[in-house]
């Protein structure tokens, strides 16, 4: 069959499914991958056939202008969430919706026409794909697939607040004499769909199933039909340092912030970044530290057994490690698990998954997490003593990786997606 992968133009939301492209490539199927021309790089590579569609978009100024739209704020308002539950508000608020309105624009007859989505389905159209697996922020994928009759999917990578948003809505419209509360997210979707000669339903938001990512006992409460699939961790085609090939001879920490905190949170990571090092510096042991030019500018002199690298592969780097200190990204948590090293998470911020993916890592003995308001060098000092030497959080991190293995690898996967297609197809 033909499968045709879209994805949101980041790294981030390529690297998760390119182990499941490359399984239904050794399967014999035929694989495309299509996002905005700025990807087309990182995905051939991955080995993989890229497919520019749409124009080069700037995320940062995306998230910013989301950030005040007022139709965005009235989607999440409706929705009545929980005041104390903020993250669970500010990630779909500020993270789904912000994706959500580069491809259903809220102000339609300013913005004008999204390239992207007329580019997908001509070539959906032109290719005619069998199965379309879309990320959860590449909203034009299931209208590709329902132009060209293509089965369609999501690929879960993170928590599903979308479909947690959709089934809130839905339990608010269920209470016997109580108020309808407008669905804003379709209505913003009309204009659009009613271009592409589309109408309105569930399955253009949440897809006819989801492929899920996110690891066993985090997923959010929702009754959905979800395939379990085991994260892979991949960073790209590297070239092995020859610096890494060498045993350390000291514990080797290595110390990441992830890529998104350099584009869109350099300023307020740089008081974490101070506290980091001042730990460092008084750790008897080797930090790696992928920081870059503009995250060390302001943070004074980097300690002698820190040493700061643009960036290295995670998956060759720690096989290494006896530790990792991260910001709670998925990707990261993956691979750290995959290689058995214990994780700190200090200060995760709200609005995303890095809060419950640093909660999971505590809840279940296999890191520590610090709250932000308690991050300071000396609660970092005390947090990676025990890292480096509580058998404990190594044990939690067995049991982590044993779960991770209980969860179907990507070539046990395709077999139960090639008999989904022929279900759905149309």
């Known amino acids: 069959m033909r499968v045709l992968f879209t994805v949101m133009p980041a790294a981030a939301h390529l690297q998760p499914v390119v182990p499941l492209a490359w399984a239904l490539r050794a399967a014999g199927h035929e694989v495309c991958v299509?996002?905005?021309?700025?990807m087309a790089e990182p995905i051939n590579a991955a080995g993989l056939t890229a497919v520019p569609v749409g124009r080069v978009e700037d995320l940062g100024a995306l998230m910013r202008s989301a950030a005040e739209d007022p139709v965005l704020e009235a989607i999440t308002t409706s929705l009545r969430t929980d005041?104390?539950?903020?993250?669970?508000?500010?990630?779909?608020?500020?993270?789904?919706?912000?994706?959500?309105?580069?491809?259903?624009?809220?102000r339609p007859q300013e913005d004008g026409v999204r390239p992207m989505v007329d580019d997908l389905v001509e070539f959906a159209r032109a290719w005619r794909p069998d199965l379309v697996l879309w990320d959860p922020l590449s909203f034009p994928g299931p209208v590709a697939a329902r132009a060209c009759g293509a089965a369609h999917a999501r690929i879960q990578y993170g928590l599903d607040y979308t479909a947690w948003a959709r089934q809130r809505l839905h339990e608010l419209n269920s209470v016997p004499g109580g108020p309808v509360v407008e669905d804003l997210m379709a209505a913003a979707m009309g204009p659009e769909l009613e271009r592409v000669g589309e109408v309105f339903d569930e399955e253009l938001i949440r897809g006819q199933w989801t492929v899920d990512l996110v690891p066993p006992g985090l997923q959010l409460p929702l009754d959905l039909p979800y395939v379990p699939l085991r994260r892979v961790p991949y960073d790209g085609a590297h070239v092995f340092p020859e610096w890494l090939r060498r045993r350390p001879e000291r514990p080797r920490v290595c110390l990441t912030l992830g890529l998104s905190t350099r584009k869109f949170l350099a300023v307020d990571s740089a008081a974490l970044i101070r506290d980091l090092?001042?730990?460092?510096?008084?750790?008897d042991a080797d930090f790696v530290a992928t920081l870059d030019a503009s995250q060390l500018r302001?943070?004074?002199?980097?300690?002698?057994?820190?040493?700061?690298l643009d960036y290295v592969p995670l998956e060759l780097l720690l096989p290494t490690c006896s530790a990792i200190v991260h910001h709670g990204g998925g990707?990261?948590?993956?691979?750290?698990?995959?290689?058995?090293?214990?994780?700190?998470?200090?200060?995760p911020g709200e609005g995303g998954d890095r809060l419950a993916f640093a909660a999971y890592i505590h809840e279940r003995g296999a890191g520590l997490m610090i709250e932000r308001e308690d991050v300071s060098a000396d609660t970092l000092r005390e947090s990676m003593a025990r890292l480096l030497h509580?058998?404990?959080?190594?044990?939690?991190?067995?049991?982590?990786?044993?779960?991770?293995?209980?969860?179907?690898a990507p070539r046990e996967v395709v077999p139960v997606l090639e008999r989904l297609t022929a279900d759905h197809r149309g």
């Open 298 to 308: 302001s943070v004074g002199t980097v300690p002698p057994n820190v040493s700061a």
């Open 331 to 347: 990707g990261t948590f993956a691979s750290a698990v995959a290689h058995r090293v214990p994780q700190l998470v200090p200060g």
């Open 390 to 408: 509580d058998p404990g959080l190594r044990r939690g991190t067995d049991r982590l990786h044993d779960d991770l293995l209980a969860v179907p």
């Open 83 to 106: 005041p104390e539950d903020l993250n669970l508000r500010n990630a779909f608020r500020y993270y789904q919706l912000a994706a959500f309105s580069l491809y259903y624009p809220t």
């Open 34 to 38: 299509a996002s905005h021309p700025n």
């Open 277 to 283: 090092l001042a730990m460092a510096a008084e750790t």
